[in-house]
């Protein structure tokens, strides 16, 4: 077996992953491992933009994007967090232009800025110009330029290698144990500090905006050697994927003017949200989709609504709202090639002359490994550090969106919290010595990957991501009540006896095993399927993403805490729920003291 050093290591590439890992080489000997080529990462799909107070076409300050960051988290931010968030940003943004990325400029030549759901001037007033972007490939100009200058910085890339388990000496975590997938070989890397930046879980749902690759292995990994999960039950269904297929379509069609229509032609969310309408926060939306379609009210009785960005539409809501603004078919087609192109290539419609079909779709996880302010991974509520153990990116959890995620936020999280994760990496490593590895560090995953290799039951891992997927969209989605939460978790519990015990994969071989290395990600899927449902089957309250028919009302008495799952010896799921949230900035300033949201 090959044994690798590197004094940090930094398990995924995409904006999380490249940022720690342009920060970490500037000291240490830094390796990135990642089971996809960087550049195919799904930073590379976010579209909308990145949201930083720069104020380049109109007033706009830190202070007011951190207070739409815990209203936007239905106040379960942890506030140190945001205010981070938001004044690292217009430096985060400040220095990706300088890397190189090419930003979309106004005619005076500085970075364009448009609107997002929740982002907003003056403490929650009208909706504010935030979110930066390049056309609708914000993402996909990030990953290139980030990429690129870890090249420059000689980082050192293991491509197509999958990273299976942590390696752990005592307390200390000292290395992972990754597949090569070209040949199917283990190898162990040897190091004084991991991160992960494995992004997001949305494959555990049937619609998913998410790539087939994100099936939370990071946080699985993390939990299986002991590190809680954190705020598991929160994840953000996006409210406009295209009907039937998840695939997302950016907020940013609603930033420059488009409006969702109900079957009566109505744009419905100014019932929902009066003052910001169509640019709500997305679980606000997401929840009046539903409504809209239990009531009938979908498109022909059907289970989705239209998004129109047609110039015909817009411009008659401009004009209704006393805006001097109109759009063009041109400026459509300018601001949202990508979106079109979808549309035409998968629908057959074309959003300049018609409105999309649009349904909710999984999109984000706000929980996962909890970590302090650097990035450090912690084991308690006392925010004790892991030592040698870092997180960033959408795996991560800080906790800066709290119960729900604002559009252009996730970007922002992974450039700031990675550069400072892989700045406080530098830190560590230089003042540590190597721990050194324990005996057979990849005997246990060894064996896991042959009992999956040789299974010879009757079920195929398909069959069991497919009835997963299918419970937890019907039970564990937008809206949750006691009973379905209960059918799904012992339909997942009943799924995981089986993948236990009665699993069979077709390909036995070495090379390209992508057949034995998706089972072992949907050991992942299973075991997060099952602590989101255990932490929101616990949390009997409503409060931003996670919706109980059963506790409509938030309540901050009980439940302004976060929740802690750890695994039990006896696989079982333990939660606590002793960990508070900050209130730094209510401290000092009224308007940040947790209240009902109004929109
Ligand atoms: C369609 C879409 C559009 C979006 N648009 C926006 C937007 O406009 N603005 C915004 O702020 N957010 C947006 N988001 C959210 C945002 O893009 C993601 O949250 C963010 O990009 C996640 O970045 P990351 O660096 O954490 O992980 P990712 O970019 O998902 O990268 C994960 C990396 O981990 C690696 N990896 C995973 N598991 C393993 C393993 N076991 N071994 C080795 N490597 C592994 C992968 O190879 C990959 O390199 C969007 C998301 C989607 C899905």
């Not at 933009?49 to 960051?69: Q, S, V």
């Not at 990600?521 to 993403?545: K, N």
Request: glycine share 10%; aromatic share 8%.
């Amino acid at each position: 077996m090959q044994t690798h050093q590197y004094e940090a290591l930094i398990v995924g590439a995409g904006g999380a992953g490249l940022m720690a890992a342009l920060y970490a080489s500037r000291g240490v000997k830094t390796a990135v491992i990642s089971k996809l080529y960087p550049t195919r990462s799904h930073t590379g799909t976010a579209q909308g933009g990145i949201g930083a107070a720069l104020g380049n076409l109109e007033e706009d300050r830190p202070e007011w994007h951190a207070f739409d960051t815990v209203k936007g988290g239905d106040y379960l931010a942890d506030q140190d967090a945001a205010l981070v968030l938001a004044e690292g940003a217009i430096e985060a943004v400040i220095e990706l232009e300088h890397l190189g990325l090419p930003f979309d400029r106004t005619p005076e030549g500085r970075i364009s800025q448009r609107r997002f759901g929740g982002h907003t001037s003056g403490f929650g007033g009208q909706p504010v110009r935030r979110a930066c972007h390049a056309a609708d490939r914000t993402g996909h100009m990030i990953l290139q330029t980030l990429y690129q200058q870890c090249i420059k910085n000689e980082v050192t890339f293991f491509n197509e290698f999958h990273v299976v388990d942590l390696i752990r000496n005592g307390d200390t975590v000292v290395g992972v144990v990754a597949v090569n997938i070209d040949d199917g070989e283990l190898h162990v890397f040897h190091s004084k500090a991991v991160l992960f930046a494995t992004g997001g879980w949305g494959k555990v749902w049937e619609i998913t905006s998410n790539a087939h690759s994100l099936t939370g292995d990071g946080n699985v990994i993390t939990y299986r050697r002991g590190v809680p999960m954190q705020d598991m039950e929160f994840f953000q269904f996006h409210p406009t994927g295209i009907y039937k297929m998840g695939i997302l379509i950016t907020e940013g069609v609603r930033g420059e003017g488009g409006v969702l229509l109900n079957d009566r032609g109505e744009r419905f969310m100014e019932r929902y949200a009066p003052s910001i309408k169509d640019l709500a926060s997305r679980d606000v939306i997401s929840r009046a989709i539903y409504l809209e379609i239990q009531e009938g009210r979908g498109i022909k009785g059907q289970r989705y609504v239209h998004l129109d960005v047609t110039p015909e539409t817009v411009n008659r809501y401009l004009a209704e709202a006393g805006e001097s603004r109109r759009i063009t078919g041109e400026d459509v087609e300018a601001k949202l090639p990508d979106i079109l192109d979808f549309c035409r290539t998968y629908l057959g419609v074309d959003p300049v002359r018609e409105p999309m079909p649009v349904q909710p779709t999984a999109h984000y996880g706000m929980g996962g490994i909890p970590t302090d302010l650097d990035g450090r991974a912690i084991s308690d509520e006392n925010r004790t550090p892991v030592p040698g153990l870092y997180a960033a990116g959408e795996c991560a959890c800080v906790s800066v969106h709290g119960a729900n995620r604002l559009g252009t936020n996730s970007l922002t999280d992974l450039i700031v919290f990675g550069r400072l994760s892989g700045k406080h990496m530098v830190q560590y490593c230089q003042g540590v010595d190597f721990t050194p590895l324990p005996d057979n560090p990849a005997g246990e995953v060894e064996a896991e990957l042959e009992r999956i290799r040789k299974s010879s039951g009757s079920t195929k891992p398909y069959q069991l991501r497919a009835e997963m997927q299918h419970v937890m969209m019907d039970h564990v989605g937008v809206f949750r009540t006691a009973e379905g939460m209960q059918t799904a978790l012992d339909t997942v519990r009943r799924l995981k006896e089986k993948y236990r015990t009665d699993l069979v994969i077709d390909d036995r071989g070495k090379r390209f095993n992508s057949d034995l290395l998706e089972a072992w990600e949907l050991g992942c899927l299973l075991d997060i399927a099952e602590v989101t449902t255990v932490s929101a089957l616990a949390r009997e309250e409503s409060r931003g993403a996670h919706s109980r028919d059963d506790f409509p009302q938030r309540d901050d008495e009980k439940w302004m805490v976060h929740t802690l799952a750890y695994p039990t010896p006896d696989g079982e799921v333990r939660l606590n729920h002793n960990k508070t949230v900050d209130l730094s900035l209510a401290e000092k300033d009224e308007r940040f003291k947790p209240k009902e949201r109004v929109y």
